[in-house]
């Protein structure tokens, strides 16, 4: 009767271990999504405001932005 609990126990282990390795990996690639997102997001910004050399219009361009998008996905 042991080897049929110990033969789950080995199964279940397994799976467990598949998940883990699975979610491992998505973790890695939304993390690696987030940083190409952000830095893109900065590069726009930075080209916008910096390139141009208009501050007070940068200011302004963040703010309006800042609330576009919080308008669009909440805060966060």
């Given at each position: ?16 271990q ?9 973790a890695?690639?939304v993390?690696?999504?987030l940083?190409?997102l952000?830095?893109?997001i900065g590069?726009r ?24 998008l919080?308008?669009?996905?909440g805060?966060?």
């Amino acid at each position: 009767m042991d080897k049929p609990f110990s033969h789950k126990n080995n199964i279940a282990s397994e799976i467990i271990q598949l998940i883990e390795q699975s979610r491992q990996r998505v973790a890695v690639s939304v993390n690696a999504e987030l940083s190409m997102l952000y830095w893109q997001i900065g590069k726009r910004i930075r080209t916008e405001i910096l390139n141009n050399e208009r501050a007070e219009y940068g200011k302004q361009i963040v703010s309006i932005l800042s609330g576009q998008l919080t308008e669009e996905y909440g805060k966060g």
